[in-house]
C-alpha cells in the first residue's frame, strides 16, 4: 500500500480523521512560526506533545517564571524558528514576541503562544486549550472549550460555539451556538440542554441555546467568536413556565432564594446559576438556610442548584430539620454573631 504523510497545524486533528491517517507522526501548534512548534503521534495520548528541532517550549507562571511540573501556566516558544514578528503589525509583534532573560544563560526572545498548558512528569506537555477562551462567571472560572467539547459528543451536532455575552443590564451569561448535521432530523435545544445538565456542572450549562446553520468566520476561515458575542443575550421565543412549589420545604427555599437574589419571579426548577447568582450570593443563601434552622450548607447548592433538587435533598436526611444545632460545622453565622472571636478570647 502506497503511504502518505499528512502535515497538520494551528488546530489538532479531530480523532475521527487520526484513525484514517498512515503516517502516525503529524505535526500540531502554532504557525506564528516557520511551520509549527510541536508534535505527537496519532495513537499516543493527547498530552504526549514534544518540540520539533531547534526549539523550545517554556510553561511561564504569572510571574513569567518557569512554572513547576505539573502546575499550569502559559505556553512560550523560541528558538531558530521563531519568525521576527507579525508582517506590518508592530502592535501585535510587541505584545506577542518578548524578551525574556532565565536565571541561568543568555536572554532569549520568546512567543507568547495564547494557550494553556503544563509540563508533565515525564517531560511531555499537556495542552487545556486557549487563555483568551478561559473566562470568569459569577465567581467560577471556565473554559469555553470544555463546554463545547461535551457539546459536540451528542449525536446530530457539526459545531458549536460558546460565548459570554451580557444585556443592556450587563447581566452576564453562557450562549451556545449549536450547528445540526444535515440528518440530525429535528434535533431541539432542549434535547442539547438536557444532555449538557447531565454532563457537565450546573455553573457550566449555558443558560441560552441558539440554532445556527453556520457559524461565522473570519477573514482567514476561524470562528468568529467576536462577532458570536456582540450579538449579545438572544430574546427568548416566550417566557417559560414557572414551577410553583408543592411543600412547605420548596416555600421555605423558595422565599429565601427570592430575598438574597431579589427576585419575584423564580420556579423551583429554575437552576441557580443561570439566576444570575454568584458564589457571594451562595454563601449568603447557605447562611440564610441555617438561620431558618435547616441543616443545608453551601455544598449541597453547588449539587443541587435548584429549589426542587435541594428540597428533594434536605427532606431525604434524616433527623429533625427544623433542629439547627444538628449540624456542628461552622457556617457564616457563628463569624457574623462573634463566634470567632469569641473563640480567639477563651485561647
Known amino acids: 500500500m502506497r503511504r502518505r504523510t499528512v502535515a497538520q497545524g494551528t488546530c489538532a486533528l479531530p480523532a475521527r480523521y487520526r484513525q484514517r491517517t498512515l503516517e502516525h507522526v503529524w505535526p500540531d501548534g502554532n504557525n506564528d512560526l516557520v511551520l509549527v512548534a510541536t508534535y505527537h503521534g496519532c495513537g499516543s495520548a493527547d498530552h504526549d506533545r514534544h518540540p520539533i528541532a531547534n526549539t523550545q517550549l517554556f510553561i511561564l507562571d504569572q ?12 505556553l512560550h516558544i523560541g528558538g531558530d524558528g521563531l519568525a521576527e514578528g507579525y508582517f506590518d503589525r508592530l502592535d501585535l509583534t510587541e505584545k506577542a514576541f518578548v524578551p525574556h532573560c532565565f536565571a541561568i544563560g543568555r536572554p532569549m526572545r520568546l512567543y507568547k503562544t495564547g494557550d494553556v498548558g503544563r509540563r508533565l512528569a515525564d517531560g511531555s506537555l499537556q495542552l487545556l486549550g486557549r487563555s483568551d477562551q478561559q473566562i470568569k462567571l459569577r465567581g467560577f472560572r471556565i473554559e469555553l472549550g470544555d463546554i463545547e467539547a461535551v457539546v459536540c459528543r451528542k449525536d446530530g451536532i457539526v459545531q458549536c460555539a460558546v460565548v459570554i455575552a451580557e444585556n443592556a443590564k450587563g447581566d452576564r451569561s453562557l450562549v451556545c451556538y449549536v450547528v445540526p448535521s444535515a440528518n440530525s432530523g429535528d434535533i431541539s435545544t432542549m434535547e442539547i440542554a438536557a444532555h449538557a445538565k447531565a454532563n457537565l456542572p450546573a455553573h457550566m450549562v449555558p443558560s441560552f441555546w441558539v440554532m445556527e446553520s453556520e457559524l461565522p468566520q473570519t477573514a482567514n476561515g476561524k470562528l468568529d467568536r467576536k462577532t458570536l458575542q456582540q450579538r449579545g443575550l438572544p430574546q427568548r421565543d416566550s417566557a417559560p413556565i414557572k414551577t410553583q412549589p408543592k411543600t412547605e420545604m420548596e416555600q421555605r427555599l423558595l422565599a429565601i432564594w427570592q430575598d438574597v437574589l431579589n427576585l419575584g419571579d423564580i420556579g423551583i426548577d429554575d437552576n441557580l446559576y443561570a439566576l444570575g447568582a454568584d458564589s457571594l450570593a451562595i454563601f449568603r443563601i447557605a447562611a440564610r438556610m441555617r438561620d431558618n434552622g435547616l441543616p443545608l450548607e453551601a455544598k449541597h447548592l453547588l449539587r443541587h442548584p435548584s429549589i426542587a433538587a435541594l428540597a428533594t435533598f434536605a427532606e431525604s436526611q434524616d433527623g429533625d430539620l427544623s433542629d439547627p444545632v ?15 472571636r469569641g473563640l480567639g478570647a477563651s485561647l
Do not use: C, K, Q, Y
Request: avoid cysteine; hydrophobic fraction near 35%.
Open 63 to 74: 510571574g513569567e517564571n518557569i512554572a513547576p511540573i505539573g502546575v499550569i501556566g502559559e
Open 326 to 340: 444538628r449540624l456542628h460545622t461552622p457556617s457564616l453565622r457563628d463569624f457574623r454573631n462573634g463566634a470567632r
